[in-house]
């Protein structure tokens, strides 16, 4: 695994511990605790950003902010789980997928390589 490989997980478990916050943000100084989370997310972001293509980057980040959200919302703030949620995660988890398998077709006909 490339290294920018553990900004990305950095950066997306990052964004779901500020998301948490902000349900749970009650008191003024909870914000003192969110706010470096955020910057602290936005910086491992940026340094996935580096090394990796960043529609690649985005799409993960966005895909595991989405679906960490959603069973953040089932789990712990006791939401439906619905059909329709699972077959919507479905499609973000494929189309990011898709996304990195067609990046790394893009990088290997840039280098020469045969996939």
Known sequence: MNKYWIY????????LFWIFGFNIA???????????????????????CEGL????VYAVFAAAGT?????MDVYIFGQDF?????????????????LNIS??????KQTGEVY
Request: charged content about 10%.
């Open 67 to 71: 679906v960490g959200t959603a069973l």
């Open 53 to 56: 293509p960043t529609g690649t």
């Open 26 to 48: 009650e008191q003024w100084w909870h914000w003192t605790v969110i706010i470096p989370v955020i910057i602290l997310d936005f910086w491992f972001l940026s340094k996935a």
């Open 8 to 15: 990305v997980i950095l950066t997306s478990l990052f964004e």
């Open 103 to 108: 990046d790394n077709r893009t990088a290997g």
């Open 82 to 98: 619905t059909f329709s949620k699972i077959i919507f995660i479905g499609v973000i988890v494929i189309g990011v997928i898709s």
